[in-house]
């Protein structure tokens, strides 16, 4: 389609485009870490009436997922010029599992007219404290991307909840 950037693709059962989204539903990025699954794969392998063995998981764990997205005024275009926190995946000592899906890299334009996701952060860990505590890590960790984001924004909403609070202080 030539498009850059995250974005859904809801195709119909009679094979017409019944919609296009951006980014990829954070509901399903929760899924995949809590579970250990890939959900583009099932969706593939049931839409292909597939046989073959059931993918294997683990056993649930607490998930949590955050979107970067730039905050650039609407209509106002930008240029990453600095890395995203995008593909790649890591496991952290303490068994929290990391992923992150950017899509966008260095020299690529941002129209000032599309949804400003710029990457998609998730982690699996034993309680929800330790996954918050990863995604704030990496959002801070940011280097300079050469687009104004929410990164500071959502990172502190992590703290917090890795602190076990839901809500900020009075």
């Known amino acids: 389609m030539g498009w850059r950037g995250l974005v859904t693709v809801g195709i119909a059962p009679d094979g017409a485009l019944a919609e296009v989204a951006a980014g990829f539903s954070l509901d399903i990025a929760v899924l995949e870490r809590a579970h250990g699954v890939d959900a583009v794969e099932l969706a593939l392998r049931s839409a292909e009436g597939a046989e073959g063995p059931e993918p294997s998981g683990r056993e649930g764990r607490a998930a949590v997922a955050a979107q970067l ?3 650039l005024p609407p209509g106002t275009a930008g240029r990453v010029t600095g890395r995203l926190p995008g593909r790649h995946r890591t496991t952290a000592p303490d068994d929290v599992d990391v992923v992150a899906v950017d899509g966008y890299e260095p020299g690529d334009r941002l ?3 599309y949804d400003a996701l ?3 952060v998730s982690a699996a860990a034993p309680h929800t404290r330790a996954a918050a505590a990863a995604l ?3 959002l801070s960790a940011l280097p300079e991307t050469g687009l104004p984001h929410d990164g500071p924004e959502v990172s502190a909403v992590l703290t917090r909840l890795a602190a076990g609070r839901s809500v900020p202080a009075p």
Do not use: F, I
Request: no cysteine; aromatic share 8%; proline share 0%.
């Open 111 to 113: 129209d000032g007219w």
């Open 136 to 138: 704030s890590d990496v």
């Open 69 to 71: 997205r730039s905050t």
């Open 118 to 120: 710029l990457a998609t």
